[in-house]
């Protein structure tokens, strides 16, 4: 057997983000995983081709909370989650994300690969019926032990919900049963939960050793979900429905076998999901396991969390709409949570765009462009194949470990030395023909160069430099990012 999890770039790559709970239209915190993953695929397939890259993103539409959503406004809950996922996938859109697929839930595809999954559990005596007795929090639409919970008995992700007291009979997945065939899937593999400091947690969590838990709920509770086969009083529980969404498309398309490289990205409330029940029901079915499981922090907006009670959540497209979808990309890219949560703002936003946007890379790209207009010099384009190599080099190498920012700082440090170039040259005053045309030659290509580094990231902006550079007679055009 192959060594899953390597970067072999001869491999296929299936990259895919949380799916989100269709109660309410994303905002900036679920946008920035997207983006993330996104630049993620872009690269990938720069790297691989498109053919070995297939990314997949989506809502997630059954159970209690999205069923009370669609209740609190008085609309059928089929119609409701119709219309946020339609929300949400604009919300990508605007944001130019190069999903593959969007899945939901509800598709009839899923829907059946989903009970399929169950029912083979089923037959294997995995899934099994019982009775279940404890808390379970419909925010996480989790169940919950008690030391889960905070001193007051409240989520300490939903504070403002009740938790519910259940008594209930279920169908039972046999999730103990994994417990040593997990730990060492955490131990021996170093790449399978990053970033690394995350791993600790799971392995303690393992510690205190797994217990089974309910894979379905009963269907006069929870009326909105996918019939558990054979048994039609139950509906599949929201989780053990919506992991499988990564298995519906990747199958489909050959992209869930031992041959493909597999990266799950999630927030880091949701790991345990990802890092333990997950690979426990692929082990359960015998199935190919993902490679790696990478956890982001929260965005908080002006030091609070963002959500409809605090009354500050803002959408993409709110931002999108004042400074363009480069800007925002770029903004969370550079500043997004690694690991711990990080505070966003709209001056920030504001400091930033100004300093690296319109300053760093608007104004090195109008300055080159503006000299080699008044030079009347023609520039050989470049040809496709010089790029064939850029994504190997040393600038790329955080992107193999996901890591958006550093290469994003690699990319600005080059254009600051394109900078230092421009100003230590001076090529408004050179009278040399020659010497001008070996320093514009220079700093063209080197803003050539620089406009396919930012492909992943920024593809608006990469596209309009390229358009603007890729031809022998340069000429200046409007700013790039407008300052603001
Ligand atoms: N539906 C589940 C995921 C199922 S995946 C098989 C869910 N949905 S969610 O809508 O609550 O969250 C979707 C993703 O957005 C999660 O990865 C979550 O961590 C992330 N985020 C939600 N709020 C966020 C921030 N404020 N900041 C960063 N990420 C955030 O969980």
């Keep these: 057997?192959?060594?899953?999890?390597?970067?072999?770039?001869?491999?296929?790559?299936?990259?895919?983000?949380?799916?989100?709970?269709?109660?309410?239209?994303?905002?900036?915190?679920?946008?920035?995983?997207?983006?993330?993953?996104?630049?993620?695929?872009?690269?990938?397939?720069?790297?691989?081709?498109?053919?070995?890259?297939?990314?997949?993103?989506?809502?997630?539409?059954?159970?209690?909370?999205?069923?009370?959503?669609?209740?609190?406004?008085?609309?059928?809950?089929?119609?409701?989650?119709?219309?946020?996922?339609?929300?949400?996938?604009?919300?990508?859109?605007?944001?130019?994300?190069?999903?593959?697929?969007?899945?939901?839930?509800?598709?009839?595809?899923?829907e059946e690969i989903a009970a399929e999954f169950f029912a083979k559990a089923l037959k294997t005596g995995d899934v099994y019926k019982g009775t279940y007795e404890g808390c379970y929090c419909e925010g996480c639409e989790a169940y919950k032990t008690l030391s889960e919970l905070t001193?007051?008995?409240?989520?300490?992700?939903?504070?403002?919900?009740?938790?519910?007291?259940?008594?209930?009979?279920?169908?039972?997945?046999?999730?103990?049963?994994?417990?040593?065939?997990?730990?060492?899937?955490?131990?021996?593999?170093?790449?399978?939960?990053?970033?690394?400091?995350?791993?600790?947690?799971?392995?303690?969590?393992?510690?205190?050793?797994?217990?089974?838990?309910p894979v379905s709920r009963p269907k006069h509770k929870v009326p909105w979900g996918i019939s558990v086969p054979e048994d039609d009083n139950q509906v599949i529980y929201v989780w053990y429905d919506a992991l499988v969404n990564y298995y519906t498309f990747g199958t489909q398309k050959g992209f869930w076998e031992e041959q493909t490289k597999i990266?799950?990205?999630?927030?880091?409330?949701?790991?345990?999901?990802?890092?333990?029940?997950?690979?426990?029901?692929?082990?359960?079915?015998?199935?190919?396991?993902?490679?790696?499981?990478?956890?982001?922090?929260?965005?908080?907006?002006?030091?609070?969390?963002?959500?409809?009670?605090?009354?500050?959540?803002?959408?993409?497209?709110e931002l999108v709409n004042k400074y363009g979808e480069d800007a925002v990309r770029y903004y969370l890219l550079k500043h997004g949570p690694i690991t711990e949560d990080v505070d966003i703002s709209l001056n920030h936003l504001e400091e930033i765009y100004n300093a690296d946007l319109?300053?760093?890379?608007?104004?090195?790209?109008?300055?080159?462009?503006?000299?080699?207009?008044?030079?009347?010099?023609?520039?050989?384009?470049?040809?496709?194949?010089?790029?064939?190599?850029?994504?190997?080099?040393?600038?790329?190498?955080?992107?193999?470990?996901?890591?958006?920012?550093k290469a994003l700082q690699n990319i600005w440090n080059e254009i600051s030395t394109l900078e230092k170039h421009i100003n230590e040259n001076a090529p408004w005053a050179e009278k040399d023909t020659k010497r001008l045309e070996e320093i514009l030659n220079f700093e063209v290509n080197a803003i050539r160069r620089i406009s396919k580094l930012i492909e992943p990231f920024i593809p608006l902006s990469s596209r309009k430099i390229q358009e603007q550079f890729f031809k022998k007679n340069i000429k200046a055009t409007k700013p790039l990012f407008p300052r603001v």
């Design 151 to 213: 001193e007051d008995g409240k989520c300490p992700n939903h504070p403002t919900r009740e938790i519910q007291q259940i008594k209930e009979e279920n169908y039972f997945f046999k999730w103990s049963k994994y417990t040593n065939q997990l730990k060492k899937l955490i131990q021996d593999k170093e790449d399978f939960i990053l970033p690394k400091a995350k791993r600790n947690e799971m392995l303690s969590f393992l510690e205190q050793g797994l217990e089974d838990i």
């Design 358 to 405: 319109a300053n760093g890379l608007g104004n090195t790209v109008a300055r080159i462009a503006k000299l080699a207009e008044n030079s009347k010099l023609e520039f050989e384009p470049p040809k496709p194949a010089e790029f064939k190599h850029i994504w190997e080099e040393e600038w790329a190498k955080p992107l193999t470990k996901y890591r958006a920012d």
């Design 1 to 110: 057997m192959r060594n899953k999890g390597t970067n072999n770039i001869n491999e296929k790559i299936f990259i895919t983000t949380a799916i989100d709970y269709a109660n309410d239209i994303i905002h900036v915190g679920h946008a920035y995983e997207k983006i993330l993953a996104d630049v993620i695929a872009r690269y990938q397939r720069a790297l691989r081709g498109e053919e070995n890259v297939l990314f997949l993103t989506g809502t997630d539409e059954h159970g209690t909370t999205n069923y009370q959503a669609a209740t609190k406004k008085g609309v059928s809950v089929e119609e409701y989650t119709s219309k946020i996922s339609k929300a949400d996938q604009e919300q990508l859109d605007i944001l130019n994300i190069s999903y593959d697929r969007f899945i939901r839930t509800t598709d009839k595809d899923h």
């Design 263 to 317: 990266v799950h990205f999630v927030g880091k409330d949701i790991l345990r999901f990802h890092a333990l029940l997950w690979p426990a029901m692929l082990m359960s079915l015998d199935l190919p396991l993902p490679d790696t499981i990478y956890t982001h922090g929260f965005i908080n907006l002006e030091g609070q969390k963002i959500s409809k009670s605090v009354g500050n959540v803002i959408r993409p497209d």
